[in-house]
């Protein structure tokens, strides 16, 4: 059984934001993300994160900004996201087994946000391999694209997990519904960072608020993120 302290349970909300080319982006590969890590031009510009110890009531970053035109590259900024994962396992160093590790959560970060930092974090060798591994693969992830499956009403014949906006229109029925994560690659091509900014923070608060939710319908009003 896990034991979850106050002083140690961190989490931690984030998106990430990546471009891709022009070239890449109506290409069939068989796959919805047309992102990949290993194609030429296909960048990592940054994102939003959201961290804290929910249950000692405690904001460690509280929407921080990590963006290329910030940073001073993609190389900067995949090294600063990195010194974030670095410094929540930093904390719980001297934890006890059965006591919780870092908690990571977001929507669809199973499939693009982790594995593309993991990626990007081994591309720039921004530590030894082996490092990286413990400190971007060995969190706890909480992917609320497969966490939401049963808050979203559906008639699929199998478990498929939601969208952003499916997870939004049936737990916060009062937002504007938003386009597709392929905008910023609009706002990129214009040079609208700010813009590609706001976007970012807007996704990460309606992921706290989607998330704590969840946390309500299920019974356990005082774990909110």
């Known amino acids: 059984m896990v034991v979850f302290k106050p002083e140690l349970t961190e989490f931690l909300v984030f998106d990430l934001e990546a471009f891709v080319p022009p070239i890449d982006r ?32 405690e904001i460690v970053l509280d929407y921080a900004h990590y963006w290329m035109w910030r940073e001073g590259g993609e190389k900067e900024v995949v090294a600063a ?41 081994l591309q720039y060798q921004v530590a030894p391999p082996e490092e990286i591994y413990n400190t971007i693969g060995k969190c706890r992830v909480v992917d609320l694209s497969v966490a939401g499956i049963g808050f ?20 916060l029925p009062e937002r504007a519904r938003k ?32 998330a704590n939710r969840m946390l309500l319908s299920c ?6 993120v």
């Not at 068989?30 to 110890?53: D, I, K, P, Q």
């Not at 392929?182 to 992921?207: H, L, N, Q």
Request: hydrophobic share 40%; net charge positive.
């Open 179 to 210: 386009p597709t994560g392929k905008k910023v690659w609009e706002m990129m091509d214009a040079k609208e960072y700010g813009a590609v900014e706001e976007r970012c923070e807007a996704e990460v608060r309606e992921m706290v608020e989607i």
């Open 152 to 171: 979203v009403p559906t008639q699929n014949p199998i478990l498929h997990p939601c969208s952003h906006n499916q997870l939004a229109d049936a737990l």
């Open 26 to 57: 109506k290409k069939r590969t068989g796959a919805s993300l047309a992102v990949n890590a290993f194609r030429e031009g296909h960048t990592l510009l940054g994102g939003v994160v959201y961290g804290g110890r929910p249950l000692a009531g």
């Open 81 to 121: 996201l990195y010194r974030v994962f670095a410094a929540m396992w930093g904390g719980v160093r001297d934890k006890k087994m059965i006591q919780a590790d870092p908690v990571v959560c977001g929507v669809g970060i199973s499939t693009f946000d982790m594995p593309f930092l993991l990626t990007k974090c």
């Open 219 to 224: 019974r356990y009003p005082r774990n909110t």
